[in-house]
C-alpha cells in the first residue's frame, strides 16, 4: 500500500521542529528514506512551502517522493489533487492529523492514519534501520574466508 504524507503535519509531531523548517523537513525526509527501505512500500510526502534547494518538486529521493503545496495554496489541497486522481485510492494510506484532510481521504476510499501513529512507526524503522548497521562484523573473519589462493 502506498502512502500519501502531510509533510508538515507530521514534522509537527518533533518538539522545537519550527525553529528550524528546513532541517526538519531534511531530517524527515531521511527517516522517510529508513521506513520506504524497511517497509518496502511506496512513499510521496507533501510539505507546505517553497520547495527546498536539495529537495526540489517531484524528486524521489531513495525511493520517497517529494512534492510541494502549489503557489498560493497549502500542502491539504494538494494531497487532495493527487488522491482525486489516483487510480489506487482505496489501495493508499493517508497520514495526517487534519480532520478536514483525513474526512476527504477516508470518502475517497482510503486508510488514514494519524500523524502521531506515524510518528511512532518512524521510530520504530529507525531504531530496527540502528540495530541492523551497528551488527558487530568481523572484518578479518571474512577476508579470510573469502580469501583467493595464491596461484
Known amino acids: 500500500m502506498p502512502y500519501l504524507i502531510d509533510g508538515n503535519n507530521l514534522m509537527a509531531q518533533t518538539v522545537g521542529w519550527h525553529r528550524n523548517k528546513a532541517a526538519a523537513r531534511r531530517k524527515l525526509i531521511h527517516a522517510l528514506t529508513r521506513f520506504v527501505a524497511l517497509h518496502r512500500r511506496k512513499l510521496k510526502v507533501v510539505f507546505d512551502g517553497v520547495p527546498d534547494n536539495e529537495f526540489p518538486e517531484a524528486l ?16 491539504d489541497s494538494r494531497i487532495k489533487e493527487m488522491l482525486s486522481r489516483s487510480s489506487y ?45 551497528t551488527a558487530a562484523v568481523d572484518v578479518e573473519e571474512w577476508l579470510d574466508f573469502f580469501k583467493i589462493p595464491d596461484s
Do not use: C, H, W
Request: hydrophobic share 35%; charged share 25%.
Open 89 to 133: 485510492k482505496r489501495d493508499t494510506i493517508v497520514v495526517t492529523s487534519d480532520r478536514d484532510l483525513a474526512s476527504f481521504a477516508k470518502n475517497q476510499g482510503s486508510k488514514v492514519i494519524s500523524s502521531g501513529q506515524f510518528r511512532s512507526m518512524l521510530e520504530e524503522a529507525a531504531a530496527t534501520s540502528d540495530k541492523v548497521s
Open 60 to 75: 524521489t529521493f531513495k525511493s520517497v517522493q517529494i512534492f510541494y503545496a502549489r503557489p498560493g495554496s497549502d500542502a
